[in-house]
């Protein structure tokens, strides 16, 4: 059951679906408040057992209790535990306890504060700036319907093309096709299977969007239609901002539509991203997004299928304002006699250049004429960019899929696109930290994700990057990144590139399953990714696991996250099969018990677990989806009860797949062995 309750007048976001009417009875399940400063705050009680899901791309626990976060869409090179927000507000949390299950969404485009037992651990206080909002409330019996419950109220996820399932190569930095050409034919050359290659604004004529160097790329039609040979895709990277420079067209054509996000004063905001001082296309505007997404045509006819939107937060690196508001306190200071708190503040007046939360109130955007300052609806910014280049597909290709992630998120543009989780660290704890992100991601309707794998800032290790990879096997967005200036961190480039490569060949084996339980999710409003709660509600250790998800038909991934570890701990909370991956056709098959178990785990060894009675698909395997054959399995799976599993197969490509027709019933009979050989 949904409830709407309305307050104050919201801004209308386009993240709901259903059209309900407001409750005229006022809530009771939890206190609300205005405060003098006009924002509404939302407080409610928490039980020591209450575990809180949701909140989809932030920092922490797979339970979000006991942290502060914000939903302030955030360009952030630094995801460190105390962070409030990241480049995403997924404002959805559920409630769960023994006796109560609940969820609430906050639609609203400002900033909210969630103190969610942390400056009390029995309360739970939300703070909404605008003190308007439509506030759904959701209650079901159990977990998962709750999660659907929430899709059927903001709408099905994105599906991308299956040749999206495929390993992405990627790294800023590539100067050119040359370059581009050689890690592509390094990997055919090793047999490292690869499906695409992104290209970053390094592709770009001093980083103006829908250009690219002639010098570096002369033929980029050409290029692509090379690389199609070879099975690989290119993906350009494209930014928010819009160079301001008379003579380049996107300037020119979004200038005379009036395009832009405009000053108090009506002329346009000007900030500095990566090519120097842009503008911000008004994505509020369905013009606008109409004449953005047209951008994209001359790209899109050079046949390429796939982009990821970047810096769409938006990202500023400064605006003249900012830098002038800097040096005034500078010159104050300056003039002045020292004391602590001008020094400070100096201090944060120059490291708080780069999205500087005055130059957040410095602009507007004009969705039906009148304007509206950028705070109030900062957090729908990169939903609008996606939305943008959603449609744009649509109109160019209506029948076919294409590929579409971006940085920043907003519940609605899971409708529209996938998402990266954003400029992660070469560190350890940024495995464990994209494992736990991954359920609440996918609860807010994000299906298709996946983490930078081996970490974007700073240097990578080989154990690191094959334990990112054991990761990344099973995320539907499997992609090696990396940031200018650090270590090189293609596979080949590694003496132990084998064991990476062999992972790898897993990721392709089990990529026609994969993609079936992906479809199956995204088709029927389910998750890929379920905290383990989803599966038992009444385990208690179930429950509070947080380093171990459920995946897609009854299967479970606990990835080991932690330098030399040779192993790990799991829990399993029934009897599981557990798979032990080194290579596609090299697996040890054990029968455990439910309870805990130290499981070993050679570096080139990772594990999957599987319910009994379910089964997990191996494909023959290749070195690019398209070469996948579909029709012959070997199925792994402890099958006690006559049981079976529904396929899901498509051409990989069609917008509007069947899923009645794309299924086929596979039926699996108690045969007493764990592995068997099947012809479609
Ligand atoms: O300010 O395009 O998150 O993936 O490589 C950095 C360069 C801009 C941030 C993205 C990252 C990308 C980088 N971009």
């Known amino acids: ?33 205005t405060d003098p400063e006009g924002r509404l705050i939302l407080r409610l009680s928490l039980s020591p057992e209450e575990v809180i899901f949701g909140l989809g791309q932030n920092v922490r626990g797979i339970d979000k209790r006991g942290h502060r976060y914000e939903s302030w869409n955030s360009d952030i090179f630094n995801h460190t535990e105390e962070r409030p927000s990241l480049y995403g507000s997924h404002n959805f949390l559920v409630f769960f306890r023994p006796d109560r299950l609940f969820g609430i969404y906050l639609d609203d485009p400002g900033k909210i504060v969630w103190d969610l037992g942390c400056t009390r651990y029995d309360t739970a ?70 499906d695409a290659l992104c290209l970053d604004i390094d592709y770009m004529d001093g980083y103006r969007n829908f250009t690219w160097r002639k010098d570096a790329f002369p033929d980029l039609k050409r290029f692509q239609a090379a690389m199609k040979e070879e099975h690989l895709r290119l993906v350009p990277i494209i930014d928010a901002g819009i160079k301001v420079e008379e003579g380049y067209a996107p300037y020119d054509s979004g200038k005379a539509r009036d395009a832009f996000c405009k000053k108090e004063d009506g002329s346009d905001f000007v900030a500095a991203v990566w090519p120097g001082r842009c503008c911000f296309p008004d994505f509020l505007r369905e013009d606008v997004r109409r004449w953005f997404g047209s951008l994209y045509t001359p790209l899109l006819e050079a046949g390429i299928e796939g982009f990821w939107n970047d810096m769409n937060e938006p990202a500023l690196f400064y605006t003249d304002e900012g830098v002038a508001d800097a040096f005034a306190l500078a010159d104050r200071i300056r003039s002045g006699s020292v004391d602590y708190e001008a020094a400070w503040g100096l201090m944060r007046a120059f490291s708080g250049i780069a999205n500087n939360p005055e130059d957040y109130r410095r602009f507007y955007h004009r969705p039906d004429g009148k304007p509206v300052r950028h705070d109030r609806v900062h957090n729908l910014y990169g939903a609008g960019m996606t939305r943008a280049t959603s449609e744009a597909f649509r109109c160019f290709a209506p029948d076919k899929r294409m590929l579409l992630f971006s940085r920043s998120s907003f519940i609605g543009a899971h409708r529209y696109g ?263």
């Open 418 to 680: 996938g998402m990266w989780q954003g400029d992660n660290f070469s560190w350890w704890s940024h495995i464990k930290l994209a494992l736990q992100m991954l359920p609440n991601l996918n609860l807010c309707g994000f299906l298709y994700c996946g983490c930078d794998l081996g970490g974007f800032g700073c240097d990578t290790t080989e154990d690191l990057l094959e334990r990112f990879l054991q990761l990344g096997v099973f995320t539907p967005l499997m992609r090696n990144h990396s940031a200018l200036h650090t270590r090189e961190q293609e596979i080949y480039r590694f003496a132990s590139w084998e064991i990476m490569r062999d992972t790898l060949t897993v990721r392709y084996a089990l990529l026609p399953w994969l993609y079936s339980e992906f479809m199956k999710a995204a088709l029927t409003d389910g998750m890929l990714f379920r905290p383990l709660a989803f599966d038992f509600p009444q385990d208690r250790r179930a429950v509070h696991t947080q380093d171990q998800l459920m995946l897609g038909d009854g299967c479970m991934i606990a990835p080991v996250y932690e330098q030399n570890a040779a192993g790990r701990y799991v829990y399993l909370p029934e009897d599981m099969l557990l798979i032990r991956f080194r290579f596609v056709a090299d697996y040890d098959l054990v029968p455990l018990e439910k309870g805990d178990h130290w499981i070993d785990l050679a570096l080139n060894e990772f594990p999957l677990f599987v319910r009994k009675n379910r089964a997990v698909f191996l494909c023959p395997g290749g070195e690019y989806s398209e070469e996948l054959d579909d029709s012959r399995f070997t199925v792994l799976g402890q099958i006690e009860t006559e049981s079976a599993y529904d396929l899901y197969r498509d051409d990989g490509l069609t917008s509007d797949p069947d899923l009645a027709a794309g299924l086929t019933r596979i039926s699996l009979s108690p045969d007493g062995k764990l592995k068997r050989e099947i012809v479609l």
């Open 125 to 194: 206080e939300i703070t909404v700036e605008s003190g308007s909002l439509n506030l759904y409330l959701l209650e079901e019996d159990s977990l998962t319907e709750l999660a659907r419950a929430f899709r059927s109220l903001t709408g099905r996820s994105y599906l991308p093309p299956r040749w999206a399932f495929g390993y992405i190569q990627s790294r800023w930095g590539y100067a050119g096709e040359d370059e581009v050409r050689e890690v592509a034919a390094e990997h055919r050359k090793r047999h490292i299977p690869l």
């Open 1 to 33: 059951m949904i409830r709407k309750y309305t307050f104050g007048t919201p801004f209308p976001t386009d993240a709901v679906v259903l059209d309900l009417p407001a409750e005229t009875a006022p809530l009771n399940s939890m206190e609300t408040q």
